[in-house]
């Protein structure tokens, strides 16, 4: 193995960086930087395994228009990255244009502007974790010398990656079980309740719709949990398809008007006159769409009103959703899209998982969009999100 002397000067700080280190983006972000900087190539990408897919999934890239219409896709096995997850062992192609191996050839992510590669697998106490491959040395072709460094790179990060994954687990679980005490522990006091004998019939039933409220809570908890999990996870399929948002909207608005009019809250809707095309998840879009409008219901008022737009913007499409409710302070705008995390002025007031808008977020992100809020405490919110025209998922 051959690696220079400044080369393991730089390996051995990363180390120490990377082992620092447990939020699972971040830790890639890293990763990539350093592949780039040892190797001197163009674009690094990050292949993490996903068990319930089978195969490889693009997590990130340093190119971002590549990691947004490839991110959640599955890799075939005949590509350069999925012959090294099954092998386990590193692949340099020196020139792609000369190179007549036919995992080469068949590779369909390679395109007439890649020239040379590297991947290594990311292997950790023997399990295979997902594979970094850099495309494209800026000078010159890749080296013996580049898979030798980045060999050891990828020694180090899979043990990191496999850390963070490990940690997010425990993490997520921890979180859940916190918030799965407070509806046990008011089941268990109304259980022992309806234990006295000097009850009414109407505490009786008074008791009995607090069970069923707190089993709605568990079960949308542990509905929210798995669907966050498996988002995180990248477990979750992604179907695009082409649709105009403003029909997306209006169906619902129609949907959701009966609740808002049964709690006094009026829904208007404004939009351009032309057709707001975009390909993307309808479904996933429609989610984000109802649980911010079920949102603008719920923490407003009677004789509240929910406002709906909609525009075009370049190459993006965008919406927004506002409420004159009761509004978010502001020491909790930043952490609103947490998971778990609730504002505190309607942690007791309204009942929640916590998990809605994390979800919702995560969901955008995955489009390649974003959500932003505004809001101001007894003044209401908006909720505004943008979305690229052409998501390819």
Known sequence: MSINAQHFDQLLEISRDLASTLDLEVLLRKILRV??????????????????????????????????????QCLPATSVAGWVCVHRKPMIVVDVESDQRAIVK????????????????????????????????????FNEQDVDVLTVLAAQAAIAVENSRLYQQADLINELVHELRTPLASILTI?????????????????????????????????????????????????????????????????????AEEAGISIQMFSADQPLFLTADENKIKQVVVNLLNNAIKYNQTGGRVL?????????????????????????????????????????????????????????EIH???????????????????????VKK
């Open 368 to 390: 390649g969009g974003t959500i932003t809020v505004q809001s101001q405490v007894n003044a209401g919110s908006t909720f505004t999100v943008e979305l690229p025209v052409n």
């Open 35 to 72: 592949a780039e900087n040892l190797s001197s190539a163009e674009t690094a990408y990050v292949f993490l395994y996903d068990e319930n897919k089978g195969g490889l999934v693009l997590q990130a890239s340093t190119n971002s228009q590549h990691e947004h219409a490839l991110q959640g």
């Open 191 to 259: 259980a022992y309740l309806l234990k006295r004998s000097d009850l009414t019939n109407d505490q009786r039933q008074q008791f009995a719709e607090s069970i069923a409220e707190e089993v709605t809570r568990l079960n949308d908890l542990a509905s929210s949990y798995l669907e966050y999990s498996r988002l995180e996870a990248g477990r979750l399929t992604f179907s695009a398809t082409a649709f105009d948002l403003r029909n997306l909207l209006t169906e619902s608005c129609r949907t959701l008007r009966p609740k």
């Open 106 to 141: 068949n590779d369909s992510l390679l395109n007439t502007a890649t020239t040379s590669l590297i991947a290594v697998p990311l292997v950790a106490k023997d399990k295979i974790q997902g594979v970094l491959e850099v495309v494209n040395k800026k000078q010159d072709y």
């Open 308 to 364: 709906v737009n909609a525009w075009k913007n370049g190459d993006s499409v965008s919406f927004s959703i506002q409420d004159n409710g009761v509004g978010i302070p502001e020491a909790d705008l930043p952490h609103v899209f947490e998971k778990f995390y609730r504002a505190h002025n309607i942690q007791e007031a309204y009942p929640g998982t916590g998990l809605g808008l994390s979800i919702c977020n995560r969901i955008i």
